[in-house]
């Protein structure tokens, strides 16, 4: 390799080694790292969460259990995961997402400083393709013709990192009270604050169709900064029962250490 070839600063194959963090009878939590799908995709998926735990809770599921998980994340979401494993956990679970007595909280970094503290963002989310053209299927927007979706943002931090794309930076809170897809990544784009390293909200979706053909390169690096969108499951809760908490992991922990204060 010549010695001007540029490198890429982060790894592209990631490790995708999960963490239970707690067990009962009724359920486990797990820390899931980026880039590990929740559930398969195509019918020889190698690697989800799903499989993984079905193999790991083998004999539970001989005995009448399953794996239902509860709180999904994307495949590039960090960050904890509620997996019951019996069909009477599974239901109570999804009776109290619908009560909204599961809490949930999200650490996401952000491109700039919000000239807010906090702030509610109440905006209906549908498929961009069923309103105008849009070359990702999945691609949300705001509209008033989707479902009812409302996020609470709180700035947890502002910091400057010199970058080849801008250098102020926020640490955000995101607390959604809906569950809708993507809705926390709409949501902050919506105000002007995309999450840093997301390839669909971001700076330009062509970016997520070059980075389907191409894999991840150094040109996308700088302009994305990070090989995934910057979002973390860092709280979650059962109301009145128990709480779990996650750190940022080391690739959001380094990218926030500033340059200077902000």
Not at 121 to 147: C, E, Y
Request: charged share 25%; glycine share 6%; net charge neutral.
């Amino acid at each position: 390799m010549p010695f001007d070839t540029p490198l890429l600063k982060y790894p592209i194959t990631p490790l995708l080694q999960f963490k239970i963090i707690d067990e009962t009878d009724d359920y486990v939590v797990v820390d899931k790292p980026p880039f590990l799908l929740i559930h398969p995709t195509k019918p020889n998926e190698t690697r989800n969460l799903w499989k993984e735990l079905r193999e790991l809770l083998a004999f539970e599921i001989a005995s009448g259990g399953q794996v239902s998980i509860v709180n999904r994340l994307d495949r590039e979401t960090s960050g904890l995961v509620l997996v019951a494993k019996t069909a009477i956990a599974a239901r109570r679970f999804g009776l109290q997402m619908q009560r909204q007595q599961l809490g949930k909280e999200y650490l996401a970094i952000v491109w700039g400083w919000p000239e807010w503290e906090t702030k509610i963002v109440d905006a209906a989310l549908d498929r961009q393709s069923k309103h105008q053209h849009s070359a990702i299927w999945l691609k949300q927007m705001i509209h008033p013709a989707g479902a009812q979706a409302q996020t609470e943002f709180r700035v947890e931090g502002r910091f400057v990192k010199s970058t080849m794309s801008g250098d102020k930076f926020s640490l955000i809170r995101a607390v959604p009270h809906t569950g809708r897809t993507h809705q926390i990544r709409v949501h902050l784009s919506s105000v002007g604050y995309p999450i840093v390293g997301d390839k669909i909200y971001g700076p330009d979706e062509q970016l997520y169709l070059r980075f389907i053909e191409t894999g991840w390169t150094v040109e996308l690096e700088q302009q994305l900064l990070l090989p995934r969108h910057a979002l973390h499951s860092a709280k979650l809760g059962i109301e009145g029962e128990r709480e779990w908490n996650s750190p940022l992991p080391v690739d959001l922990a380094e990218f926030c250490s500033p340059d200077s204060s902000g």
